[in-house]
């Protein structure tokens, strides 16, 4: 029996006892639920207003000053945006961001599952005249 292999790099481990020392559910969402709800709430907002009608999906050519955004919101931690959002969830989200792209590159992944990069243009071909 031929095995599926998927082009995206497995992020777990495959080895069952190591996966089982990874505690996603009750290491991260239990600790955090109302933060994460915070946090998938600001990205379907950030999709909502940056790709409007399109897949949730994170557009990272949009914006990638992660730590100096990190910054900014920590001063306004405490205190809400122009549209009621934490500036807190939104320095979370940019920590993750932070996060993702260090690890991708430290590891050599290809970019998360929903993410997406802007199409590398066309390559412009230079036609000698004819004289």
């Not at 495959?14 to 946090?39: C, H, M, Q």
């Not at 940056?50 to 949009?62: M, T």
Request: proline content about 5%.
């Amino acid at each position: 029996m031929k095995r599926f292999r998927s082009k995206l790099v497995a992020r777990l481990p495959n080895d069952s006892a190591e996966r089982k020392g990874i505690p996603i559910t009750t290491g991260v969402l239990d600790y955090f639920p109302d933060a994460i709800v915070d946090v998938a709430e600001l990205s379907k907002f950030g999709n909502d207003k940056h790709n409007p009608g399109e897949a949730l999906q994170w557009a990272r050519e949009k914006s990638n000053d992660h730590a100096d955004c990190i910054g900014r919101h920590l001063i306004d931690r405490g205190t809400r945006d122009g549209d009621g959002i934490r500036h807190s969830t939104q320095m979370v989200w940019r920590a993750l961001a932070l996060l993702q792209v260090e690890i991708e590159d430290e590891r050599k992944l290809s970019i998360s599952r929903s993410s997406t990069l802007p199409a590398k243009p066309k390559r412009q071909v230079k036609r000698k005249s004819r004289r």
